[in-house]
């Protein structure tokens, strides 16, 4: 039975702002306050779904959340009408209300952690949605990302779902953006990559000093758990904290895993050379043979590297066993990155070539190529089990485009949050959204 790694890129919701919420993520708080561009965002990562589908990789897409979220302002207190909500917010917690009009879950790589069933104890396909209890205006997104995915993945035969974990410091859970997959082909066993930026019950590990680690060890041993992993199809790994002092928010910062292949700097984590031999000898046992590719910090910076995004990149196999490295432009405007990138394609190894995309609205928030996809291992079988509505094709393309024409603004600032009728817009977009992908009611105000 064939297999598949199907990429659900995050469609770009129509609030998308600078609000500058994510301390840690350089590039979301040096853009803060500017002014953005929605429908060229939401345009800009439909190209890319539709760029990959014309290679012949599997592409689907994951709908955002209502926001501005009324629902959450309310939980702080904020009464009245929907735009009395709103004007209240906006006059007197300003914040408050960028938070709760925030478009970031367009990365989806912080939705979920998936395990295919390869791995998993019950043969079926695992999501725990990510709490995401480090910032406010994401720790917001689970129960409504709960109720996208079931709707995506409704087969209970095949598709397991588990609620987010405790939404409290010591089980802080980013989802896919720390966690890969290693395996021969995406049917088989393979290995699963959890890294972790800090230890909440065990102080022998270290922690950073100026910025948040925001994923646990205890995380990622609970979804590990809940999944049903073999202890010899998991490996823990400890990014540097050095790495996450310097913006490297996540682990697909400084590296990005794929098939039988680590791209990483040598920055990237601690005690190396342990980890590497972990993933190798694990791998071996389910018939893979693990390799690395290490960048070296006299190649690229740590600052080059988040600069440029160069490693929130996917990595996507080819037919003839190369693969191919999707980077964001940054990377070309990067001249060390861009002098690395040559000689890389140039020298034979695994990975043959590397593709350029204008994903200029989402990186200036602080979010790549990697950030605004959920990669979900499928075989044959499973895959015919997905709701075919939010699998794209050229006539959905077609449709989304044509529906973000319809809805979206083209300027949005702070000031536009304030805005009553941006609510208004949203949910009406979104309303004939579930319609187009076939996703029932999943958001609030079509539930309530």
Known sequence: MKSYEVNFDGLVGPTHNYGGLSYGNVASQSNSQQSSNPK???????????ALMDMGFQQGVLAPQERPDGAALRRLGFAGSDAQVIQQAAKEAMPLLVASCSASSMWVANAATVSPSADTADGRVHFTAANLNCKYHRSIEHPTTSRVLGAMFANQQHFAHHAALPAVAQFGDEGAANHTRFCRTYGEAGVEFFVFGRSAFDARFPAPQKYPARQTLEASQAVARLHGLREEGVVYAQQNPSVIDQGVFHNDVIAVGNGEVLFYHEDAFLETDRMLAELSSKLAKVGGKFQSVCVPRSAVTVDDAVRSYLFNSQLLS????SMLLIVPQECR???????????????????????????????QNGGGPACLRLRVALNETELAAVNPGVIMTAPLYDSLTQWVERHYRDRMTENDLADPQLLLECRAALDELTQILKLGAVYPFQIN
């Open 40 to 50: 060229e965002a939401a345009l800009q990562g439909l190209a890319k779904m539709k």
């Open 318 to 321: 080819r037919p003839d066993g």
């Open 333 to 363: 405007g990067n001249e060390r990155v861009w002098q690395y990138l040559q000689g890389l394609t140039g020298s034979g190894g695994v990975i043959g070539e590397v593709k350029v995309f204008d994903l200029k609205q989402s990186m």
